[in-house]
């Protein structure tokens, strides 16, 4: 069942599911959505009241979120037009040339193609390539500071995503958005941390924040870098 209320100017949208349970639960997902598990008994104002009074958590929970949602602006692929590289600009340089690659040089990303109709699949698998070498670069050293917790991910992957910068299975598999390779080593750092938080504690609870703030007293710093940047 779907419903919604209104809090402030704010509108909450959400979907309730009923079972055979005591208590009602109310999650805020990843891409914002609000899901509602009530007790077969529980009826509609109950649930909107229940809403109304959890609307402040409810609406900081998906402003949070927010930020894991990659807003870049499309960039062209001609000579002239910046790119973004562990949160520097570089100015695209595309030269005609037998043998193609991809290098920075300066103050310049260079791309030598014999056609330059592929200097956008050719700078894409530059991104993703250092996407690769450098997330484990960050990764390394954090995984190995979190066994103290007894926790390691099972395996680290990149995946284009369109609605999360970083995500984490239930079995501890941490998907990393190549994207990021765009941002700062710090938002790379604080991404890797949230994921790694996340198999310690799976849910935001308080016990989830401590944590990230424990182990990245400036995580804020770069979230906030992270949402300016790549809006």
């Known amino acids: ?42 009826t509609t104002d109950r649930i909107k009241q229940t809403i109304r009074k959890k609307a402040p958590w409810i609406l900081k929970q998906q402003q949070f979120f927010l930020a894991f949602h990659p807003k870049s602006a499309a960039r062209r692929f001609v000579s002239g037009e910046t790119h973004l590289y562990l949160g520097k600009q570089y100015r695209l340089k595309i030269t005609s040339g037998k043998n193609a690659s ?45 066994t103290k917790h007894k926790v390691k991910p099972q395996s680290i992957v990149l995946r284009n995503m369109s609605t999360r910068w970083g995500s984490c299975t239930p079995k501890g598999k941490i998907i990393l958005n190549p994207e990021l390779i765009k941002t700062p080593k710090g938002c790379i750092e604080y991404v ?16 989830f924040i401590d944590l990230q703030k424990k182990e990245m007293p400036d995580w804020e710093q770069w979230k906030g870098k992270l949402e300016r940047l790549m809006a």
């Open 192 to 207: 890797i941390i949230h994921e790694l938080c996340h198999l310690v504690h799976h849910d935001h609870t308080q016990k």
């Open 1 to 42: 069942m779907k419903s919604s209320i209104t809090f402030g100017s704010q509108v909450i949208s959400f979907h309730v599911s009923h079972s055979n349970r005591k208590s009602l639960g109310i999650s805020v997902n990843p891409d914002m959505t609000v899901s509602v598990k009530a007790p077969i008994e529980a």
């Open 102 to 146: 991809v290098k920075l040089k300066g103050k310049f990303l260079h791309v030598i193609t014999p056609d330059k109709s592929q200097t956008e699949t050719l700078v894409n698998k530059w991104y993703l390539e250092k996407a690769h070498e450098k997330f484990h670069q960050l990764a390394d050293p954090l995984i190995a500071r979190f």
